[in-house]
C-alpha cells in the first residue's frame, strides 16, 4: 500500500472518530458543487475581464511608447506646447484608465508596471509636475504648523517680557 492510500485510509478512521459527519443527498451535493463551481466561473470571469481591459491599456501605452520614442514627436513635443499638452492628456487619461482597472495580484502587479512606465513618461513631458510632486511631499501636515505656531507664539511672549 502507497503512502498516499494510507494517509487517505487514516483521514477517514479519525474523521469517522470525530462525530457524526451529515451525508448529503445526491440533490442537496450536485447544487453545492454547481454552486461552487458558479462562484469559480464568475470569479474567473471577471479576472479575465480584467485582463481583457488591461490589455486594451498596454496596446494603448504601446502606441504612445512608439511616438514617445519617435525622435522627431519628441522634438516636436519640446517646443510646441500645446502638442505638448495633447501628449500629457493622452498619458494622463491612460493613467485613470488603468487605475480603474480592479483584479487580483496578478492584475495589480500588471497595473503597477503601466503606471510606472506612464508616470515616468509623464514626468518627462511635464517636469513642472514633478517640481510640484516633490513640493507637496515635502509640505508639513497640519500638527506641524499648529505647534510652530504655539511655538512662536511662545518666543514672541518672551521677548516682549
Known sequence: MTSFKKAIAKRALTAKDKGKRNELSAQKAAAMNQL??????????????????????????????????????????????????????????????VDAIKGDHMVKAAKRSIGHELEAMLDWVDPQRSLYKMQTFYMPTGGIQRGLAESVARLVQLVDQ
Open 36 to 97: 461552487t463551481y458558479r462562484d469559480y466561473v464568475a470569479c474567473r470571469s471577471q479576472t479575465l475581464g480584467d485582463l481583457r481591459e488591461l490589455a486594451v491599456a498596454r496596446s494603448k501605452l504601446k502606441e504612445l511608447r512608439v511616438l514617445f520614442h519617435n525622435f522627431s514627436y519628441r522634438s516636436q513635443i519640446a517646443h510646441d506646447a500645446e502638442e505638448r499638452q495633447k501628449f500629457s492628456e493622452k498619458i494622463i487619461v491612460l493613467l485613470l484608465t
